[in-house]
């Protein structure tokens, strides 16, 4: 599975020669009219399944950002819809946030 993007470099321990090892931090997948919801649900339980930490999901159709956060396998009660002119804070780092506006213009 390969995200649209992903961090995954926020714990030392997971660098190494070979560059970086394991499951990333955090995920965005930017949904297109190829996305099925099959496929998104698949990559949900994958990314959940996994260890991610955060995962956003990117509706540029509809301008519309959902942020999931994950911890021990399960959904936290700190999920989050945004629309084009919020900003949408970042979980795992702490007093950052991205402007949307920007993100959905054009």
């Keep these: 599975m390969q995200p649209d993007i992903s961090i995954n470099i926020c714990d030392r321990e ?28 698949r ?32 959904i936290q009660t700190q999920t989050h819809s945004y629309s084009a002119t919020d900003k949408a804070r970042i979980g795992i780092f702490r007093d950052f946030a991205v402007d949307l506006e920007p993100v959905f213009a054009g």
Excluded: Q
Aim: proline share 3%.
């Design 14 to 41: 997971k660098l190494g020669s070979e560059g970086c090892r394991g499951v990333p931090d955090f995920v965005a997948e930017i949904l297109s009219s190829s996305n099925t919801a099959i496929d998104m649900e």
């Design 43 to 74: 990559k949900f339980r994958l990314y959940l399944d996994a260890g991610v930490k955060e995962y956003w999901v990117v509706d540029p159709e509809h301008k519309t950002l959902n942020a999931y956060s994950f911890a021990d396998g399960a």
